[in-house]
């Protein structure tokens, strides 16, 4: 029999051979962040950087600056109850409750809420951690075509007599940046009396004219979804995540949401950063409507160039190049020449639309968009 060492070198040269291997690279601190989700450049504003140090050295002397159990027993302080009214009010829900990450948040909710007995009517490019819940959940999957809204009525329209329907979305795709109709979602769940779940991670601090809440608030269903999942480690710029709905959905996680209750509570620590971020969304619009505006110019840019850009919308700007390694040999020349910008492939994405997936942020200047699509023209005529 051959030992495991053996097996798995087989199987990573299969891996290797396709094109598909893949190892860690360190962030080159030099290079223009074109990679990150970090879309309003939070992670590197002075504010947040102040304020989590002074609130570190108030709450230290009094405050142990972790909480190493979990929420269900000492692991709940009073700023999480502080944060999460906050992200409530901010998501425009009853009640909000935070995960340790996004992964976890989606694959606890969708295995909470959904079983055996339930169908679930999910987007064909819904994120990793939406399909594993729903695997987990074991409730029926019918998938539909990407951002298809009669799809989805042909679906819902289908009688189910047994359990629960629930309708399961992305709002802003993480891999083609394009956009949910999420008012359509809404009226057909309503319609057809299933509960809409809506994971607006990437929106999260970017759409929304009041309180840049993200794209539910934005299309104004707020209310109407039965959960709404945001991951912090985007435009928020920290890491975590919370769950915001009605407050019996909240309630019930925390009674019967595995991955909430048998994991280690958030740090306060963490809490504080993302009480930060939120302070500076509260305080004005401007950093995101630049960043909006900054992604409208590259993409412009780039369809000029005769560039596939999908249908994206937001921040995420996709170019599709096809192949596993043309993909990466034009993002290894981008970042060759000061520009970290990476290639993904399947399974991230699905077979033969290997991407480089360009993330814009607030800070980018019109130069450095400028360059950027004369160094991938150059790439590509060299590639
Ligand atoms: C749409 C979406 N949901 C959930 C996640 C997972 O969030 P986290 O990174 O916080 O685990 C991601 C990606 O990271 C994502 O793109």
């Known amino acids: 029999m051959r030992t495991l060492g053996r097996e798995l070198e087989r199987r990573l040269e299969r891996i290797r051979s396709s094109g598909l291997y893949r190892s860690l690279e360190d962030a080159s601190p030099e290079a223009v962040d074109f990679c990150s989700n970090d879309y309003l450049d939070l992670s590197r504003d002075p504010r947040l950087r102040a304020f989590l140090i002074e609130r570190l050295e108030e709450e230290a002397a009094v405050r142990p600056v972790s909480a190493p159990s979990s ?8 700023h999480h109850r502080l944060l999460e009214g906050k992200l409530a009010r901010f998501k425009g829900t009853e009640a909000a409750l935070v995960f340790p990450s996004g992964y976890q948040a989606n694959l606890g909710l969708l295995s909470a809420l959904m079983g055996p007995r339930d169908r679930v009517v999910s987007d064909r490019l819904n994120h990793a951690s939406i399909i594993d819940g729903i695997r987990l959940s074991g409730a029926r999957k019918i998938i539909h075509p990407h951002r298809d809204p009669e799809a989805v009525r042909t679906a819902l329209a289908t009688p189910h007599p047994r359990g629960r329907t629930f309708l399961v979305t992305e709002s802003l795709f993480s891999m083609d940046g394009d956009i949910a109709p999420l008012d359509r979602y809404a009226d057909l769940a309503e319609e057809w009396g299933a509960d809409l779940i809506v994971d607006d991670s990437h929106a999260t601090g970017l759409f929304g004219d009041s309180r840049g ?30 769950v915001a709905g009605p407050r019996t959905v909240i309630d019930y996680l925390v009674n019967v949401c595995r991955s909430f209750i048998f994991t280690t509570s958030t740090p306060p620590l963490l809490l504080y950063a993302l009480e930060a971020a939120l302070e500076i969304i509260r305080s004005g619009a401007e950093r995101r409507e630049r960043l909006l505006e900054l992604s409208r110019r590259l993409r412009r840019q780039l369809r000029a160039q005769g560039l596939d850009t999908l249908d994206s919308a937001g921040p995420i700007v996709p170019v599709i190049l096809g192949e596993n390694r043309r993909a990466l040999a034009v993002a ?20 033969g639309t290997a991407r480089l997936r360009i993330s814009v942020h607030a800070n980018h200047t019109d130069e450095q968009l400028d360059r950027l699509c004369r160094v991938l023209a150059e790439a590509l005529e060299a590639v």
């Open 71 to 78: 929420r269900l027993l000492r692991g709940n302080t009073p």
């Open 332 to 351: 290894r020349r981008l970042r060759e020449q000061g520009m970290d910008v990476r290639a993904l492939r399947p399974p991230t994405v699905p077979s």
């Open 213 to 242: 809440s993200g794209l539910t608030e934005h299309f104004g269903i707020e209310k109407r979804a039965a959960a709404i999942v945001s991951g912090c480690g985007k435009g928020l710029g920290v890491a975590g995540a919370f």
